[in-house]
């Protein structure tokens, strides 16, 4: 079936350093949904894609589109430590369903 | 407004118990959806609900029994269940379910522990 698989899988970075993490597909999308996710609450959707190529900011964030629609990235610029969470992208797999990446885990040391 | 509710927060509940956790939406979405998530991984889907029917149930078992009363509305009735069923249980919501186009919006879930 098909798969989400990102990478990495955790990551420590001092705080005021770029973060970049990616999402990789066995089979094409036509839409990325990026999330955060902060221990005990639900994913909090950060940005959508729609168009391969596509690049799309939302504050410090900026995710792109792959052109082969198999990958999606996500950029974070000058972290702080409220970046601190677990970072999934997300993709249709057929009406009403969405698959969830494996989540990369982000952690800011100050 | 993109907001979903859910409630309650927290739950503890023991194997005999019969509960229920409850999700809104106001977005005018036509789409609700349960999913159960475990530490550290990525959310499972167990219902979906489109125009108030249901549309997908990912072979969950009985003892969880959901509800989508109207619209804006979704419950899950819990009854009879095990302590691996202890969870953060997420409602999400999107405008519909086609195939494109379909941001989906999460609750801030419910931590149920089975006792």
């Known amino acids: 079936g098909q798969q989400l698989n990102q990478s990495p899988q955790s990551m420590f970075i001092q705080e005021g350093e770029d973060v970049s993490m990616n999402c990789t597909s066995s089979?094409?999308?036509?839409?990325w949904l990026w999330y955060k996710q902060e221990p005990g609450e639900g994913p909090v959707l950060l940005i959508a894609?729609?168009?391969?190529?596509e690049l799309t900011s939302n504050g410090r964030l900026t995710a792109q589109f792959g052109i082969t629609r198999k990958d999606s990235f996500l950029n974070i610029s000058a972290s702080i430590p409220s970046d601190v969470g677990i970072y999934f992208c997300a993709g249709p797999a057929g009406t009403y369903k969405y698959i969830f990446g494996t989540g990369t885990r982000l952690k800011v040391l100050a | 407004d993109t907001e979903v509710t859910q409630t309650p927060k927290h739950l503890v509940m023991g194997m005999t118990n019969k509960k229920s956790l409850k999700c809104e939406q106001h977005?005018?979405?036509?789409?609700m959806y349960w999913y159960k998530q475990k530490a550290k991984k990525p959310p499972e889907l167990m219902f979906v609900?489109?125009?108030?029917?249901?549309?997908i149930n990912e072979s969950v078992p009985s003892r969880f029994s959901p509800e989508c009363p109207n619209s804006s509305l979704l419950n899950l009735h819990l009854h009879a269940l095990q302590p691996e069923d202890s969870a953060l249980y997420l409602c999400?919501?999107?405008?519909?379910?086609?195939?494109?186009?379909?941001?989906?919006?999460f609750g801030p879930g419910t931590r149920l522990t089975v006792l």
């Open positions: 089979s094409i999308f036509n839409t």
């Open positions: 609900y489109s125009y108030e029917k249901l549309s």
């Open positions: 977005m005018g979405h036509r789409a």
């Open positions: 999400a919501s999107s405008q519909s379910g086609g195939l494109v186009y379909n941001e989906q919006f």
């Open positions: 894609l729609y168009k391969a190529g």
